[in-house]
């Protein structure tokens, strides 16, 4: 080959890995355009996903609004007293104390909440003095008129105790109620008494304060199930482990008693550690297992430190006789018809029990209607809240009036007597569920806890986490619904016959 046709060839090689190169080229380019396009296409979606969002949360928010503000114009009407207290930190859980003072026109009384902080300082147990105001003292005017953002003067800071870890459930000793138990992201309870541990001063930082006892026993997390016993010393857990966990803390103090450096209490099956610079810990006394997943909550039976319940995201609900043994006495399977979140036992008529749930219901069963195979139909079902329901409660004043919180923002007053009557479906609440009476709405977000006041005839204190809120942070707000709301009914026209001549109404005006 000469020359001449060796450059010709060469020329026609390159010309045409040129146009191979060009065709990829022009490829690439074409391919990275549809992506470009693609992206720009996912980008579009996203961003009307975003403002379709942003639009229903403003909208979901303006309803809030409406629906607060409608409610806080009726406060007057509604309520007997109300005191608003803004909480820097959401607090998952909040319980009365003792009682410290009584006065003329007020109370002073014990408050125990928690601050759930983001790390920037630390998770603390809080200790509050409130002052109580006694039935018919406050003005009308001055109940409806605080500022949401804004501190009662009514709740005052008393004590911090810093905590290890979040505080997610608090719960009183009733025998000594300035003796709490606590919940947080460990398989331990913690044991505290309140008057005894120093104030601290929660700074970035600070180290922990010491509890005075924990118990031991559980092999996973045990955030949320804790009961104390209304009759004896007994403590009452449940976890992530599936188990039920109960101790005496009379082992503790019998041990300490009787040889404070032994090891093992007399008469008993837990055994107690101590060790220098940490607190002491006693192991349980009975671990029982029946759940197939996490154990939600648990209470006590009012009369017996042997007997309990417990619910759990199986949803299930389980009755427990530790004289019998760690299996279940009865087990309710698919008691509702999702997880299940509290329970509540009546602290008079021992057969009733409280179940709430993620399927929006409370229901209440009869054990005598239980077997031990799960077959059992609740006596009443009640369906009043839009979201799952977090926390249910006796009444410690009447025995057929409990509470129901949940993440609707809504705390409801219940009397089972009146499902069925046909007064309760009377003209003024002709959609309200069939044993609702009174709607608690002072919150703009999920209402986490409440407890009934047991020295002051229905005050409540609820807790909302206000953190999806506009808010933030967390209110906590004590109340106490107006008398001529629950009183009979002929009590009420009675009382206001009197003043009957005050009254001008609609058709005399015109």
């Known amino acids: 080959m000469n020359s001449s046709s060796a450059e010709q060839l060469t020329y026609s090689i390159d010309k045409k890995q040129q146009k191979q190169h060009q065709k990829a080229t022009r490829r690439r380019e074409k391919q990275q355009q549809q992506e470009e396009e693609e992206e720009e296409k996912e980008s579009n979606v996203e961003r009307k996903k975003t403002k379709k969002n942003n639009m229903r949360g403003k909208h979901q928010q303006s309803a809030v609004d409406e629906k607060y503000a409608q409610w806080k114009s009726l406060v007057p009407v509604l309520y007997d007293w109300l005191a608003n207290h803004n909480l820097v930190w959401p607090s998952l859980s909040c319980r009365w104390g003792p009682q410290l003072e009584q006065a003329t026109y007020k109370n002073r009384q014990r408050l125990y909440l928690s601050e759930q902080t983001d790390g920037s300082v630390p998770n603390t147990l809080v200790i509050a003095n409130c002052e109580i105001v006694k039935p018919r003292v406050a003005a009308a005017e001055h109940i409806s008129q605080f500022n949401e953002e804004a501190r009662s003067p009514f709740v005052k800071k008393y004590k911090t105790i810093i905590h290890p870890g979040e505080v997610n459930r608090i719960r009183e000793l009733a025998q000594h109620n300035h003796i709490v138990a606590t919940h947080t992201d460990s398989p331990d309870v913690l044991i505290w008494d309140v008057e005894a541990q120093p104030n601290r001063h929660a700074v970035l930082g600070a180290t922990p304060s010491r509890p005075d006892l924990v118990l031991t026993g559980h092999k996973e997390n045990a955030e949320f199930a804790l009961a104390m016993c209304p009759k004896e010393p007994y403590v009452l857990s449940g976890g992530k482990d599936r188990s039920v966990v109960l101790w005496s803390i009379q082992d503790h103090i019998t041990a300490t008693a009787s040889d404070p450096s032994s090891n093992k209490p007399q008469g008993s099956g837990a055994t107690i550690v ?67 979140h509290c329970v509540d036992w009546n602290p008079v008529d021992e057969n009733y029990i409280l179940t709430g749930s993620a399927d929006s219901s409370v229901r209440m069963f009869d054990r005598r209607n239980l077997t031990s195979a799960g077959v059992g139909s609740p006596v009443h079902k009640f369906e009043g809240h839009k979201a799952a329901v977090l926390c249910v409660q006796w009444s410690p004043d009447n025995p057929t009036v409990f509470g129901s919180a949940a993440e609707d923002g809504v705390l409801n007053i219940w009397d089972y007597e009146k499902v069925g009557k046909k007064k309760e479906r009377g003209a003024r609440t002709p959609n309200a569920p069939p044993g609702l009476f009174f709607q608690h709405a002072g919150h703009r977000d999920k209402v986490v806890d409440f407890h009934w006041n047991t020295y002051d005839a229905w005050t409540i204190v609820s807790v909302s986490d206000d953190c999806d809120s506009s808010g933030g942070g967390g209110t906590l707000q004590i109340w106490r619904m107006s008398d001529l709301i629950y009183r009979p009914e002929e009590e009420v026209l009675a009382e206001l016959e009197e003043f009957k001549s005050h009254v001008v109404t609609c058709a005399s005006k015109s």
Do not use: M, Y
């Not at 060790?275 to 029946?290: A, C, D, L, T, V």
């Not at 043994?325 to 309710?332: Q, W, Y």
């Open 274 to 340: 101590k060790q220098n610079g940490e607190s002491p810990s006693i192991g349980p006394r009975g671990i029982f297992q029946g759940h197939e997943d996490t154990v939600e909550d648990v209470q006590f039976c009012p009369k017996s430190s042997q007997e309990f319940c417990s619910v759990g995201d199986d949803s299930c609900l389980i009755l427990w006789d530790a004289r019998s043994g760690s299996d279940p006495v009865i087990k309710v399977e698919k008691a509702h018809n999702a997880d299940l």
